[in-house]
């Protein structure tokens, strides 16, 4: 399981999202329940046109974080902008990409969601 933050790089992740999409046909789905990578995101009207189809509501966002909690779900990776770096536990969660600058608690937090171990892993 993964969760990277794209906060500094939308452009990037726009495009990294529909590029995969059209070569990883079998990890994509439209539906918000199906599927292996899915773009978590607040946002709102003001946001870039090619952002809108990422952005959604609280439910989504809680019905997504559901899903990356269950272990025995499909959801595998996961790009986040601007939430889910702090108080956010999944203890399977094994690596995070963060791309903006951290210090001190909000650092500490970030590298305490990947570091422990979970009874499949031989290390945190």
Known sequence: MEIYDCSYVQTNMCGFIQRYCETSTE????SDDK????????????????????????????????????NNDELKIVIVRDMWLTGF???????MYIDKPMKGHNLMQAIARVNRCLKTNRVG
Request: charged share 35%; proline share 4%; hydrophobic share 30%.
């Open 89 to 95: 536990d999944v203890p399977s969660m094994n690596t």
């Open 27 to 30: 990890w994509h789905n439209e």
């Open 35 to 70: 599927g292996v990578l899915k773009v978590v995101m607040s946002g709102s009207s003001a946001d870039e046109e090619k952002l809108q189809p990422h952005i959604g509501n609280k439910k989504r966002r809680e019905f997504m974080a559901k899903r990356i909690k269950d």
